[in-house]
Structure formats: structure tokens, C-alpha cells
């Protein structure tokens, strides 16, 4: 890290967040888990209807996003394909 660059701001323009895509939503399920289980900070989890995703930061505040896709939802069939649904990680049991 460059000590006078400038951190990333919320909002800012430019990169929003890098995204890593997984096998199933129980993988996504376990990254959740472990990265709470090491204090990683949490932005968010987010059922988007064909994708379901943990948003979290690196420790230069970068934002990054592990996800899996929906395949019983193809978005070609949806009507509307955004959405961001949050997803209680804490909550849900593996099948």
C-alpha cells in the first residue's frame, strides 16, 4: 500500500468491487463463515434473484464479492432481474 495514496471513498468513480464467482450457494455459504469467523468486515449479502453474494472488504477497504448463480432462476425467463434481496446467512441451513 502506498502511504500517500489516497484510500477508496464510497461512492468514488472508479473500480466498484471485484467479484469471484463460486460452484453453489453452500461454498458462498462457508466463505461467509469464514470470513466472520476472522473478523473480516461484512458490507452486505444480497440475493439478486439469479445470483446470491457476500460483499465484503480487504484491509485497504476494497470491496469484493463472492457469488454463485441461480440456475433454477434463468434470467432470460425473469420479468425483472434486478433486485437485492438481503440473505441471513446466520439463518440458513445446509440442505
Request: contains cysteine; proline residues 6%; glycine residues 4%.
Amino acid at each position: 500500500m502506498n502511504e500517500d495514496a489516497e484510500s477508496p471513498r464510497k461512492n468514488q468513480v472508479g473500480l466498484a468491487h471485484i467479484a469471484l464467482v463460486a460452484d453453489s450457494f453452500d461454498t458462498v455459504k462457508a466463505m461467509y463463515q469464514r470470513l466472520k469467523a476472522h473478523n473480516v468486515p461484512i458490507v452486505r449479502t444480497v440475493d439478486h434473484g439469479i445470483t446470491q453474494s457476500v460483499y465484503f472488504t480487504d484491509p485497504e477497504g476494497n470491496e469484493l464479492e463472492i457469488y454463485c448463480e441461480v440456475p433454477e432462476k434463468p434470467w432470460q425467463n425473469q420479468k425483472t432481474i434486478i433486485m437485492a434481496d438481503p440473505i441471513d446467512f446466520d439463518a440458513v441451513t445446509a440442505d
